[in-house]
């Protein structure tokens, strides 16, 4: 339950929850709760779970006195994610933290804003090597063969982190020298590389075109092959994204090419 | 600080340092940190900020023992974003949390990367009115004038909730009926309206096309009124964006069309 858009809450209830695999969970994100009213519903609805015979756990993030008070008469055991740690800051700042709601996720100024969209249309552009108008003015260009994560990774950067962020597809065109593609040959430095297992790739593929040779097992080793010996042989960085989700690939990236804060 | 990707910690650290308005942050985040030696590394770019002057206060959500011993010797206000949570939840659940670190942010199962993957390569291909293709599948259309946030509100929805989300542009050829445009008026109930302030709409498209006639006040003030009539005629809810962020947009559209959880 939040007083704003219930993101943080969510993040981090589920990264708490995520600590207890064997428990089943059913989750319930309750955004923009800031008055008594809204607190009440919020109380009526853990109740009527409770009467189910659910056990309620409430996240929230609210700092408001009067809907922390309703909340408090709820069968239902809270866990306040901010109040306790806006204290310890309070002690440390020397300093009382501000009454004003929700100014966590939103518009920011616009500048800011205008990068972010900048970014989102300049990842579309540039997405699976489409374009390669103002390709210098990348952070970062994904290259992968065909189905390894290269365009989630690449809207993730653009969205979260407002970066510049083009992707580029390596095909069997791009195997017979010993170069990176020529196009983005002259950007090498920005460059970094998916790679997966044949495995995983087969399966992906088949997922898009069943049966294909572009899904076999033989033709998937072969690209995989061929683009790990491309990123060596011109030191591109590159990671295995088979077990990883996009944010943990996204976050070796900036890591990487040192693009983080 | 985190033992995985940092999200969490950045998110959370993020929310609780926007409560302190006036001070001044200097921000950075650490992922990946689960050894001895990696936590050592970080206590050493505490001491230095400590003796530049700097007040260090961390942010962290490890759980790993001999990692928090490390980062304990470190000269900084420590704030354990998981910790004190998780003995919470361990005490209403009855159980303990498990060992293993990250399995928040990680690859999840199958089907749930295929859907991610699906709904970003959806958003792509349906982004502007490019497609028609496959448009009766969609969870979300976003329809809204030229420059009011239809794009990254759509991108944001596909990647961090695996909607499958389409946009639509509203313009002068658009108005001159009573109903929706052709393409997206049987989907009615799955549309949601995006409008902005003429003046704010007028400051966006002068980024794009500096004082054009797309620009103008005049027209944006126009286009606004016609789009607003369009939305209460089809009774399609809409929100003005003009002070809202990308997630405020996306957490009013899953809550108005009930798609969140």
């Not at 580029?168 to 020529?182: C, E, I, R, V």
């Not at 983005?184 to 790679?195: D, E, I, M, Q």
Request: aromatic share 6%; hydrophobic share 40%; glycine share 6%.
């Amino acid at each position: 339950m939040s007083d704003s858009t219930g993101i943080t809450a969510e993040t981090l209830g589920s990264a708490l929850l995520a600590n207890f695999p064997g428990v089943g969970f059913r989750r319930h994100t309750i955004p923009f709760v800031d008055t008594a009213e809204g607190a009440a519903n919020v109380v009526r609805e853990i109740a009527a779970a409770d009467a189910e015979g659910l056990a309620p756990i409430v996240f929230t993030t609210t700092k408001d006195a009067v809907v922390s008070r309703v909340l408090a008469e709820a069968p239902a055991t809270r866990i306040d994610l901010l109040g306790g740690h806006l204290t310890e800051l309070e002690a440390t700042l020397g300093t009382t933290a501000s009454e004003q709601l929700g100014q966590y996720h939103t518009v920011g100024d616009t500048e800011t804003y205008f990068a972010r969209m900048r970014a989102i249309e300049y990842a579309i552009e540039h997405d699976d090597g489409q374009s390669s108008r103002a390709l210098d003015l990348a952070d970062v260009i994904v290259i992968a063969p065909s189905r390894c994560g290269k365009t989630p990774t690449t809207m993730y950067l653009a969205l979260q982190y407002g970066l510049l962020v083009a992707n580029y597809p390596l095909t069997d065109d791009d195997f017979p020298t010993d170069g990176l593609p020529p196009m983005v040959a002259p950007y090498t430095s920005r460059c970094f590389g998916l790679t997966t297992t044949p495995l995983r790739l087969s399966q992906v593929r088949h997922e898009r075109r069943p049966d294909s040779r572009y899904a076999s097992l033989a033709q998937c080793s072969l690209e995989l092959r061929r683009a790990e010996d491309l990123y060596r042989r011109n030191r591109v960085p590159f990671l295995n994204s088979s077990t990883k989700s996009v944010e943990e690939i996204s976050a070796v990236i900036l890591q990487t090419l040192k693009l983080r804060n």
